[in-house]
């Protein structure tokens, strides 16, 4: 075990013959079994961004999406960023957060609303999500116990996956990435591709298998008018998400396929009786054999109503504990003195039992993303 | 006071100088104030679809949407639909169920998923519309103590409004419709149409105005295979026509405008911290003064944590009664003995105060829909 490296990161807690105590308050002392201190999990945020990447790195992009406008423009320069500024950027905020918060490790991702698939053609995009997910793998190189990888995928609407397929698998094999962020709508906003149950996917879907890693369905920016990114085109996505796969049999065919849906599962908790009365109408298979082996709802859901339905409404089997930090919504909600994304406050205050608790944060994860487990269990964790 | 003909709908109550008393277990002795009978409000819901019409009523579109494929084709004739048919189809299913259940009134608008907004052209919308708020006008006359009309608009995505505009001044002033069904995508899935905040929509917003009648924001089928019709356009859309609001400042210049946003507003009450965040984010105005002057959520949500959301995150001033019946979701929860849409139950069951129960029954209603509180009133209700 790595003990020593393990308590330089989680600093409010000791790891004592491989149970974990934790000062409820999250305070700093490691004296061990001393008054206040409880059994924990470890504390994985399942959904992180990488939001605050040095401005180098959007201006590779903002030049290659010019020269495609303008061919006649110069081959764009890859960014030159130093470790010390992918160090700032990362300890000055996502970093600084989870230690304040109590975030153990954060699976950490390309910024979703600049990965684009709308823009471009295959070769851009391909490029893009290269630079994107070897930057990722510099924050994780410079921050092992902080974060794990999760890569951007290059889709281009009506393009075949292969390129996406080649990028995962890189990204596994290569960058020791755990997952895949995966765009149900590359169109961003239009829906111009079939739903996430037709064979179109399939290639990808027998990758990630193979290699044992899960997929977030997440979009990025909505280049629509009509559907605000952040306030209803990510809901979406994740609400038309689950639908597909409810009215599908995808799980059929991949039994070991894995899906985290972000944002709390979009409106699907909230509506989780519409969906139970659809599928006896429409007589599909029951959710919880069809869909719910294979499917999982993080908890960016900012306000402790949302977190209380989704954990009294969905199994904590199902549940990832996650953030999206820094995401959607950033700065303190007025009427508190807390962030609105600080939803490990909501997730605590929920009436998960303990057991329950563990699941959401640290268990369920590890379960769901096998590599990630593996990694932990060969550093003693 | 027309106090015989109201008893003979509302079989659980009596109307006593103006004071209404009810069974709590919905009896139906009719003896005033015997023990067990309390005061309760109109039971009234806003959001019903005549989705159960005679078949020939579909043949007749069936038949005009196949000429507009092949114009060789004959005219289609108008439905012939006897009054003793529309009466069966109602009394069996819709009024059956409010009887059942203990809905006084209901509004009532054509099946939306058969709007079809994104079939055929202007002309064959505009005829589409005008016989589809026949039809319901007829059920308005047949059942007028029961039944409100609210119209649908020959909306063609790309298309000026002004044929709608049309076809609401003739629903309200010769049908005697107290509302509009509005839908923001009239391309059925691909959101080809600007946010509802755009100047496209004004000369509506403006006879909406003039007329003194809301809209409920309601989309038709999904053409997109993408969307499922019942388990995600329909939830998207609400979502979607949300944030519009949330993001514009339609409302400073259509003052009296309201718009009701049906299922229960989508994902917003489960994401409503979100929504909070994004205002702070966004410099948005506050959503209280921006858009909750305006915006109502209907009941549309099928069980009870979800009810309870609503009722405990959302304004009691801002929610209507509604069961969407018959609609997306029915037939019996087979975990209970009841119908997944009768959601008079989980307001029943909910917190809400009697006070605001009665708002959510009743009075907010009247004040959203001003042409039907009108009638009541002129009723003696």
Not at 36 to 56: K, L, Q, R, S, V
Not at 122 to 133: G, I, V
Not at 304 to 326: K, R, Y
Request: with cysteine; proline share 7%.
């Amino acid at each position: 075990m790595t003990i020593p490296v393990w308590l330089s990161f989680r600093t409010s807690l000791v790891v004592v013959e491989s149970l974990t105590f934790r000062s409820p308050e999250g305070g700093t002392g490691r004296d061990g079994r001393a008054a206040g201190w409880e059994y924990g999990p470890m504390i994985i945020d399942c959904h992180g961004h990488y939001t605050t990447a040095p401005p180098a790195h959007q201006q590779f992009r903002d030049a290659q999406l010019a020269r495609l406008d303008d061919p006649s423009r110069p081959a764009p320069v890859p960014a030159r960023i130093s470790d010390d500024e992918i160090r700032e950027t990362i300890e000055n905020n996502q970093l600084k957060l989870a230690r304040e918060r109590g975030t153990d490790l954060t699976i950490f991702s390309p910024r979703a609303s600049s990965m684009g698939h709308h823009l471009g053609d295959q070769a851009s995009a391909t490029e893009w999500a290269r630079r994107c997910n070897d930057l990722i793998h510099r924050v994780t190189g410079l921050f092992p116990d902080a974060f794990a990888g999760v890569c951007q995928l290059p889709q281009v609407a009506g393009e075949p996956v292969d390129d996406c397929v080649k990028e995962l698998e890189r990204s596994v094999t290569e960058l020791g990435f755990v997952g895949a962020n995966l765009n149900p709508d590359p169109s961003g906003g239009h829906w111009t591709s079939p739903p996430l149950t037709d064979e179109y996917w399939f290639p990808l879907y027998a990758k990630m298998s193979e290699l044992g890693v899960p997929a977030m369905i997440h979009v990025s920016t909505s280049c629509n008018p009509a559907a605000h990114t952040l306030g209803a085109h990510y809901l979406n996505a994740d609400t038309t998400a689950f639908m597909q796969l409810v009215s599908g049999d995808l799980f059929t065919r991949f039994g070991d396929l894995k899906f985290v849906i972000p944002h709390g599962g979009g409106a699907v908790p909230y509506h989780w009786g519409r969906y139970h009365g659809l599928v006896t109408r429409e007589k599909y298979r029951p959710i919880a054999d069809n869909v719910m082996r294979n499917v999982f709802f993080d908890t960016c859901v900012y306000h402790q109503p949302g977190i209380d339905l989704l954990t009294s409404v969905i199994d904590p089997d199902n549940i990832l504990f996650a953030s999206e930090m820094l995401g959607a919504v950033r700065g303190n909600n007025p009427d508190g003195d807390f962030s609105w994304d600080d939803t490990k406050r909501y997730v605590d205050a929920s009436a998960l039992s303990d057991a329950d608790r563990s699941k959401v944060y640290e268990l369920n994860t590890r379960r769901v993303y096998p590599r990630l487990d593996a990694r932990l269990k060969a550093a003693g964790k």
